[in-house]
């Protein structure tokens, strides 16, 4: 038996309790002491689930007595509330046999093993139509006991490196807390099991505290179709003369793609010449971060914040929130209904197959097509999972001035957001990556339009050091997508039309040998009564500094843009680092 699984069967003492749930009512998670002396062989784990309401048939009927489960590959669909009895147990279920349930929406969670009174071994249902994928995971559990102890080992993952060696846990939250929190990073291992084909498994240790709660456990903050839905419902209400959605298509199972375009109506005028940023996010349904980032982009447009009253006035924006509806509806991680990973697709998308990205695809190449329309930025959002910090990737061109002068937009961001890293940002041409709709869009668009792939953490971002990684929130996630909106006016240089500049306050980062300077975001709070949903501090409006020449702007070295680097966090080898 390995160490790490040693120290997993280890139960929980409350002398030595770890941090709480919440400060006011705690769920404690307590260290380990020993359970068993032998190993437990995994050929011999008993599972008993049940899917049937009592309602509908006889409860002690419904119950299988100690059946075993054969193959780990067998899990088909998400569990039903599905009840978790131990090994020749028979009869009614008592308090503190678990009761878990993926049958939600983005729920997954394909299968339960109980392995002891406080052990069990859970099984992320792989994505529709694709065994590959396994990695995002949302689920429920109920019928606790007060004070029950228990040992969680999520045990076929797909990747083997991970967020989770670098201080990640899952969320938690239950029905009287209903904030997302994370699970105390000292009760979370990530380790390669023996006992489930040498896969990476990563267990963590919880205590239940309220027996009325149903708990929920998720890899990240989740951001379901629903909640877009109600989201861009309340916009449309607002009726604002800049705002306007519209449907663009639909998924295969029939669910909206919608296409936002946020700007000035003088900008939308017959014959108007029209400078575009397309922005997209959600391809891949796991990456649920990029739909929080992409919400700050869109709460920050249609606010009444004079930055964004001046981004209005100069730019068109037009805004794909969700491309994968159905993938995230499903609780996929990265394929669509299908088994398709879109971001593999742009070259050549099916119209009945991929009509998501088809009908995206058209609406850019018309735009295109259009004299009066300038397409100058594209920006795919994206979620990492092995990297911290958020940064992007952009595209090399044989044209050295070009290639130039798109490392500007990410500098700037650099500057505007402390949580963005223009070191791990990268510029590659991978053949592997030919099919994203940074390359592809890269290839097919003039030398006057910028494509990107804007990734951010799963995790954290890192100021000051190596040891200070600050968990990203919803609301950290949100300033992020803030930052990428403000930083277009130091872009077009349009701070001298923004009411009330102020001059910006310098910062220093150190990380390891690098030394960013920095400037504050500018947007860390709105004043409450201007438009913001999210405070009531004084206006941070844009500083009013004058801007180098693009081209002048130092570049990462080409030497860091590795053949192997990942594009969407789909590769276990980190991507290449540039020299900022």
């Not at 509330?81 to 049958?103: N, S």
């Not at 993952?157 to 939250?173: E, I, N, Q």
């Not at 742009?346 to 009945?352: E, H």
Request: glycine residues 6%; charged residues 20%; contains cysteine.
């Amino acid at each position: 038996m390995s160490i790490v699984k040693k120290m997993l069967l280890r139960f929980m003492i409350k002398e030595d309790a770890a941090e709480e749930f919440s400060s006011g009512n705690p769920c404690r998670v307590y260290v380990f002491r020993e359970l068993h002396s032998k190993e437990v062989d995994p050929a011999k784990h008993r599972l008993l689930h049940t899917s049937v309401q009592p309602q509908d048939m006889d409860v002690q009927e419904t119950r299988l007595c100690g059946s075993a489960i054969g193959s780990d590959d067998i899990i088909a669909g998400n569990v039903s509330k599905y009840t978790v009895l131990p090994a020749g147990y028979c009869g009614q279920p008592k308090k503190g046999h678990l009761i878990f349930d993926a049958c939600f929406e983005s729920g997954n969670l394909g299968r339960v093993d109980h392995i002891t009174e406080f052990e069990y071994d859970l099984f992320i249902r792989p994505d529709t139509c694709n065994p590959r994928f396994r990695v995002w995971f949302n689920f429920t559990v109920e019928n606790v006991k007060e004070s029950q102890r228990v040992i969680f080992n999520v045990v076929n993952f797909s990747k083997t490196k991970s967020l989770y060696r670098d201080g990640m846990a899952p969320m938690v939250k239950s029905t009287s807390r209903p904030k997302w929190q994370r699970i105390p990073s000292k009760n979370v291992y990530y380790y390669r099991c023996p006992d489930h084909r040498k896969n990476y498994v990563m267990s963590f240790a919880f205590c239940f505290d309220r027996e009325d709660d149903t708990y929920q456990f998720a890899y990240c903050y989740p951001y379901t179709y629903t909640r877009l839905q109600h989201y861009l419902d309340n916009l449309q209400r607002r009726n604002m003369d800049y705002f306007c959605r519209e449907l663009l298509g639909l998924s295969v199972q029939k669910r909206q793609l919608d296409l936002l375009t946020i700007t000035s109506p003088a900008n939308l005028r017959p014959g108007a010449e029209q400078k575009v940023v397309f922005i997209t996010a959600r391809v891949h349904p796991g990456e649920t971060p990029s739909s929080f980032v992409c919400q700050g982009i869109i709460d920050f447009l249609v606010s009444q914040h004079p930055i964004a009253k001046v981004l209005r006035d100069h730019l068109v924006f037009k805004i794909a929130p969700m491309l994968n509806p159905d993938g995230v509806y499903l609780g996929n991680y990265r394929c669509s209904l299908m088994g398709f990973d879109l971001n593999r697709h742009w070259a050549n998308p099916s119209p009945w197959a991929h009509p998501t990205l088809h009908g995206v695809k058209q609406l850019i190449i018309e735009m295109y097509n259009n004299p009066k329309i300038n397409l100058e930025f594209y920006i795919d959002i994206h979620a990492h999972s092995t990297m911290m910090n958020g940064f992007m990737y952009g595209n090399i061109f044989e044209d050295e001035e070009r290639f130039q002068r798109q490392a500007v937009f990410p500098k700037l961001l650099c500057q505007n957001a402390e949580d963005f890293s223009y070191s791990s940002t990268s510029f590659n041409r991978d053949a592997v990556k030919a099919g994203t709709g940074r390359r592809f869009l890269g290839g097919l668009l003039n030398d006057t339009s910028y494509c990107y792939t804007l990734e951010v953490s799963f995790y954290s971002y890192i100021l000051g050091g190596p040891t200070s990684a600050v968990p990203y929130t919803e609301e950290a996630y949100m300033k992020l997508g803030r930052n990428v909106a403000r930083t277009f006016l130091d872009y077009y240089r349009l701070n001298s039309l923004v009411e009330r500049p102020l001059a910006p306050t310098p910062k220093t980062r150190e990380n390891g040998n690098d030394v960013q300077q920095r400037c504050s975001s500018g947007l860390a709070e709105w004043e409450q009564g201007n438009g913001c949903p999210y405070g009531s501090a004084s206006l941070s409006a844009a500083r009013s500094r004058a801007l180098p020449a693009r081209p002048a702007l130092a570049l990462p070295l080409r030497a860091g843009r590795q053949a192997g680097s990942s594009d969407t966090g789909s590769a276990d080898a980190a991507p290449g680092q540039g020299v900022g």
